[in-house]
């Protein structure tokens, strides 16, 4: 690294499990919101449940990363 003069691969290793932890958590928390809604949108087609979860879907992947942590910091 320029910057800390160690070797590029031990500021990774240094790293890596703080940014695992955050893929993990992540990755947790999509599921446990994605498959609820999944779920409601299959049963109900065409209702007011499905269409409230196509927009929630649809924002979730259309907002960029930066503003939806804002929105729910």
Not at 8 to 35: D, H, I, K, N, Y
Not at 37 to 52: C, E, F, H, K, N
Not at 57 to 66: D, H, I, K, Q, R
């Amino acid at each position: 690294s320029v910057t800390t003069g160690q070797p590029v691969a031990q500021e990774l290793l240094t790293r890596l499990p703080a940014s695992l932890e955050m893929v993990l958590l992540a990755l947790l928390l999509a599921c446990a919101v994605a498959l609820p809604l999944g779920v409601l949108a299959a049963t109900r087609p065409g209702s007011w449940i499905d269409q409230l979860c196509r927009v929630v879907t649809t924002a979730g992947v259309s907002l960029p990363t930066f503003f939806t942590g804002l929105v729910l910091a």
